[in-house]
């Protein structure tokens, strides 16, 4: 914005002289002695002031310089005004969260990147950088708070390095939830505890189903829950659009195409969530088994690659894929502009073409450049071991053949001893075989009193003990509330532990002293050198069991 020298010495018009004057009223009048409204005339290149009636002319010099000073006066009304425009667009994006924007917005310019405010379970509040979604979801529009998770179970849980995205739905037939987060959680260490986050999203909107699920998952896992460990989260009832009016592509029925578009918006939700989680996402579904260590594997693989969108640790579906958090963002946008259009794994291989693929060359050439983002862990890591699919209807019998077989016990060389125990075991899964370390000890449901004996040939020293219930298929079937009990060959010395009043043992009988109890299905401990040596050693059940129990490690070290 700026005031011309030209127009001054072509000032012979009444026109012009009424813009200077208007300038003169706006930028000189406060800055100058002279009269904002002085006429002018310009006369042998020479500009001259003539008030009515006046021949005095001002000198040149003087004039220029005032208008110098009102060119500088006007750039700073623009920044101004360019300072002013930008409070005004940051108010109307402030103003996009709080109230609906209209749907019949048609200009990008409208719908700016939102930061959305996420509810947690404390009293700050914290945010998280969606994409622009309103461009692909336009319903959203219409709830403020239709971009909020609703944080059922949670800690608010930050800075890990492996976060796990679990979507669940409703189901027909059998619910595998439990089980995949027994399975995930079996065998960790109490440090990889502290460096994982499972985040469980019930991708439905019917709130006493989203409850019965929390509940379940409370009930099973209040340790894992307590410590922030397991995060359980479900979405707005305005999340999802109507699905009617979708078209039907590659064959598919109406319902397989809601399904998979749901999916997408499910997967894209989660990530988003997640993104500020941890240092990696991995993308898996509730329905799989995890190989033991796969905490150490994943991460130990991730930190060795150095340039890749995604690594496969499955090769079935979108299983088992792991994603750097700081790409979330981007992925999910992608998810969501095309949702509606194909499957969730056709999208993430379209991300690669996108991003290296050129459509001069051939499809050889493609593949080997996607190859550079995409890199493959063997054995995988997860297996799918749900029959009934959230698809209505449809059997799911895949298996990803490079998965291999579990180990289901671990085998260790535990001395001589005498072996009994009064409950029943299943078929060829004995105590003796668990014991040898040639097979699991699986027994029939516990009840109060039952008990595993193992009595040595003769009296020994014991270093540390480990017991570990369940097993990576079955990590339901733990002791619970139950002792381990040993048996000083030394009277006077288990007399003097026993009954002294400072000491942290317990007698059960006149002959046992209990030194330990199984935790979260593990019971694992030294035994002091006043104890020794020891006799005999025993498993005490206190309470009758709802499931069968299952010893997959025994392990006595000497």
């Not at 397989?256 to 990696?280: C, E, H, I, P």
């Not at 890749?308 to 088992?320: D, K, T």
């Amino acid at each position: 914005m700026h005031f011309s020298l030209l127009s001054v010495h072509t000032a012979s018009s009444g026109g012009v002289w009424a813009l200077g004057c208007l300038w003169g009223a706006a930028l000189l009048s406060t800055h100058t002695h002279l009269h904002p409204c002085t006429h002018y005339e310009a006369d042998r290149g020479e500009i001259s002031p003539k008030a009515p009636g006046s021949t005095v002319r001002p000198d040149l010099q003087t004039l220029y310089q005032r208008l110098l000073l009102a060119e500088e006066l006007g750039g700073q009304v623009s920044r101004d005004l360019s300072s002013l425009l930008e409070e005004l667009r940051n108010t109307s994006r402030a103003a996009n969260i709080s109230h609906p924007i209209s749907s019949t917005a048609t200009t990008s310019d409208s719908i700016p990147t939102e930061k959305i405010r996420q509810k947690t379970d404390h009293s700050g509040q914290q945010t998280f950088v969606q994409p622009n979604i309103y461009l692909y979801m336009p319903h959203l529009r219409q709830h403020p708070d239709s971009l909020l998770p609703n944080v059922v179970l949670g800690q608010g849980r930050r800075g890990v390095s492996l976060v796990l995205g679990i979507p669940t739905v409703k189901r027909e037939k059998q619910n595998y939830l439990v089980s995949t987060l027994r399975s995930l959680l079996y065998g960790l260490t109490t440090l990889q505890q502290q460096d994982l986050l499972i985040i469980v999203f019930v991708a439905e909107t019917d709130s006493d189903y989203v409850g019965s699920i929390a509940e379940s998952i409370r009930k099973n896992f209040s340790r894992e829950v307590q410590s922030g460990l397991l995060e359980v989260i479900s979405p707005s009832q305005y999340y999802y659009p109507d699905f009617s009016g979708l078209r039907e592509t590659f064959g598919d029925s109406k319902d397989r195409v809601k399904w998979r578009t749901k999916q997408n918006l499910d997967y894209s939700f989660l990530m988003l969530y997640a993104q500020d989680k941890g240092t990696y996402y991995v993308q898996l579904e509730d329905d799989v088994v995890a190989k033991a260590g796969y905490f150490n594997a994943m991460k130990t693989f991730a930190n060795q690659q150095q340039q890749w969108l995604y690594l496969e640790f499955s090769q079935l579906g979108f299983i088992g894929k792991m994603f750097q958090s700081r790409d979330l963002p981007m992925i999910a946008e992608f998810f969501l502009m095309f949702h509606r259009d194909k499957p969730i794994d056709w999208l993430l291989d379209h991300i690669l073409w996108v991003k290296v693929c050129n459509p001069e060359k051939d499809a050889k050439d493609c593949n080997k450049q996607k190859a550079q983002l995409r890199h493959r862990y063997k054995p995988s890591l997860f297996q799918h071991v749900g029959l009934h699919s959230s698809l209505s209807g449809k059997l799911q019998q895949l298996k990803d053949k490079d998965f291999g077989q579990q180990s289901l016990f671990q085998a260790h060389s535990n001395p001589a001893a005498e072996l009994s125990s009064s409950l029943k075991h299943y078929q060829q899964h004995s105590l003796e075989r668990a014991y040898r370390g040639q097979d699991f000890f699986w027994a029939l449901t516990p009840s109060h009193g039952d008990y595993i004996l193992f009595n040595f040939t003769q009296p020994i020293h014991i270093s540390r003990y480990l017991f570990r219930s369940g097993n990576i298929e079955t990590s339901g079937d733990k002791f619970t509330n139950t002792t381990v009990e040993v048996l000083p060959s030394n009277a006077s010395a288990r007399d003097r532990l026993a009954t002294g009043s400072s000491s942290s043992y317990k007698a059960p009988d006149e002959h046992f002293i209990t030194i330990g109890a199984f935790e979260n299905g593990v019971a694992e401990g030294e035994i002091e050198e006043a104890l020794q040596p020891i006799s005999a050693l025993r498993l005490v059940v206190h309470s009758d069991a709802d499931v069968w129990a299952l010893l997959s490690e025994i392990h006595i070290a000497v």
